[in-house]
């Protein structure tokens, strides 16, 4: 039995339903709570703040929020180290002020998807807090222990490192054993061996569900299994010992454990963050007929296309954008989707994928790019309307840990390469993505009336929601009528994908094809002029204009010399 208290009040059994796959014709909006809005004046986002947006939700057009994290946390990480997963975090309201959040959502007919963090919990969970306390402590097996190496069993048990730099085991006074932390040392990873933690992540899902939650958001899910015996992993100089976790051996046994016992009992939605996941395994994921994940975030058009090492930018290459998208998008019919160049894990796309100078055309040249492709696009909080990097941020206003711990090791370290960091982190620390939602022109952006957790990007003065919706012609507004159009859109779910002009490195080029209907998606990916010429397919085929982010583009199809960033739908 959990030690946390299991409430039951308010259990609908009709709330279990056949699925629909509703997410197959849903624009999702990610929303980062400390960030998003603050109602009470604390500087830290919160539920009553997202429920005074509600409306503006309503009016960008979207069917469904993925909300980040918003247990109960110490937030070594914020909100991915959950001390309690039946509880909202203090910070940001309470219980009955998510429900009444869920239920304005779907008052205004948009679902949620909540953040499902189970690979590891936080140090101060009461499972963990039970569990280091003694040897033969019944939650003892609910996390990875093992002894040391060495005479004095100082020595970690093997070289597996953490995702935040250094090793991943930590040294535990109390029993004088290691226990395992792929993450942070206060996120202990859970032995999803024991049966009894599975059943934990059933009920906690189910308890979720029975509040009236769509989904989960599943935090780095392909770690949850360990091979046997935790075997040295193979040099690396960034990550070491993924091959013996990344789709671990009982991955897909687990996984479809948790699907038959709660998430398939819903009409639900689960998408996967898939460390490991390709194109040429995805269907062992997320295929229908498996009974395991709907659908997974992929990582190829960041690690292969934007950074060297996770960190370190790369130049861009639209060759490689194309092909890395254009690959996902041949997957079969059974398997699902998911579009996204925007979270809280990555800074923003503005300007990674085109100057400032043009901000609104990249903007809506990339709506145009993402929206149009198969599968479930994602907004993330600000990217409707054109948020971008935060400039010169410094140490002292980085509050992300990664970004800490890179900056900070480096500089005891090899304090020589501190230029090389800061330049990296100015790109790529995930910070840019966390600065507060910007509101307005008045002070602190409108985020809250309090000086906030995380510095504001200077810029809000320039690009926040009140200039947004005053102005027609703006991303906010061009969001919206590009998620309007995706609505029932048959082309855009069902229809057949084919790129041209693969080796182009100016322009993006491709067809979406559906029962004797078709798109041609053109977009521009440069300051330049660019040349366009109209594949022999489409030739007097009278394509006409559907959407453009230019307000006079061609109203016909054919060869054009096509603008900075502009970006042009066709239609037959």
């Known amino acids: 039995m959990s030690t946390e208290t299991k409430e039951t009040s308010g259990i609908v059994d009709s709330r279990k339903a056949p699925k ?18 603050d109602s009470n004046g604390d500087g830290i986002g919160d539920i009553r703040g997202i429920i005074s947006k509600l409306d503006y939700l309503k009016e960008l057009g979207v069917n469904c929020v993925w909300l980040s994290p918003c247990y109960k ?8 180290d959950i001390s309690n997963y039946r509880d909202i975090m203090d910070e940001f309201g309470t219980l009955d002020d998510w429900q009444e959040m869920l239920d304005g959502m779907h008052a205004r007919g948009i679902r949620l998807v909540m953040d499902l963090v189970v690979n590891h919990t936080s140090d101060e969970h009461e499972w963990f807090i039970q569990s280091r306390s003694s040897v033969d402590n019944p939650y003892r097996d609910y996390y990875i222990w093992r002894k040391g190496r060495g005479k004095n069993g100082k020595k970690p048990p093997n070289n597996w490192t953490s995702r935040f730099t250094g090793s991943a085991w930590q040294y535990d006074e ?38 009236g939650v769509d989904g989960f958001r599943c935090d780095v899910i392909t770690y949850i299994s360990k091979e046997e015996g935790l075997p040295n992993g193979k040099f690396n100089p960034a990550l070491m010992g993924d091959e013996h976790f990344v ?20 009409d639900s939605m689960t998408v996967g963050e898939g460390q490991g996941i390709t194109v040429k395994n995805a269907h062992e994921v997320v295929s229908e007929d498996r009974g395991e994940l709907d659908c997974v975030f992929t990582f190829e058009h960041q690690t292969e296309v934007d950074s060297f090492l996770t960190t370190v930018p790369k130049k861009f290459s639209l060759r490689k954008w194309k092909e890395v998208f254009s690959n996902w998008q041949t997957l079969p019919d ?11 894990d990555y800074p923003r796309s503005l300007p990674r994928y085109g100057k400032l100078a043009y901000r609104k055309k990249v903007a809506k040249m990339l709506a145009i790019s993402i929206q149009f492709l198969k599968g479930t696009p ?23 840990i990664v970004s800490i711990r890179i900056y900070d090791t480096v500089k005891k370290i090899c304090p020589l390469f501190l230029p090389v960091v800061k330049w990296a982190m100015g790109k790529k620390a995930r910070d840019h993505a966390r600065a507060p939602m910007q509101w307005s022109a008045e002070k602190y952006a409108g985020f809250s009336t309090h000086e906030p957790w995380m510095p504001v990007n200077p810029n809000y003065t320039e690009i926040n929601v009140a200039d947004a919706l005053a102005d027609k012609d703006s991303i906010f507004y061009f969001y919206q009528k590009v998620i309007a159009l995706r609505k029932g859109n048959e082309i855009i779910r069902n229809g057949s994908y084919k790129l041209y002009y693969p080796d ?34 489409w030739k007097n085929q009278n394509g006409t204009l559907l959407i453009s982010n230019y307000d006079d583009s061609a109203s016909k199809l054919s060869n054009l010399t096509l603008r900075p960033y502009e970006a042009i739908v066709y239609e037959v």
């Not at 629909?20 to 809005?37: G, L, N």
């Not at 946390?73 to 991915?80: E, K």
């Not at 109390?174 to 009920?203: A, C, G, I, M, S």
């Not at 309307?385 to 410094?394: K, R, S, V």
């Open 504 to 537: 182009d490195k100016k322009i993006w080029v491709y067809e979406r094809a559906y029962n004797g209907k078709k798109y041609l998606i053109i977009a521009s990916y440069t300051d330049k002029a660019a040349k366009f010429v109209v594949p022999d397919e």
């Open 73 to 80: 946390s110490p937030n070594a990480d914020n909100g991915y």
């Open 247 to 266: 789709i671990g051996p009982h991955y897909h046994e687990y996984i479809h454990e948790i699907n038959e016992k709660s998430w398939s009992l819903y």
């Open 20 to 37: 629909t796959r509703w997410y197959k014709d849903a624009v999702i909006y990610q929303i980062y709570p400390r960030s998003f809005c």
């Open 334 to 344: 059974d398997c699902w989707n998911s579009l996204y160049i925007e979270n809280h």
């Open 378 to 400: 994602y907004v993330y909080q600000g990217q409707e309307i054109g948020m971008t990097n935060y400039e010169n941020l410094t140490r002292k206003e980085y509050r992300d």
């Open 174 to 211: 109390t029993t004088k054993e290691f226990y395992l932390h792929l993450f942070h040392k206060k996120q202990p990873d859970l032995n999803w061996d024991n049966p009894k933690v599975r059943q934990e992540v059933v009920d906690i899902c189910n308890y979720w569900f029975e509040k």
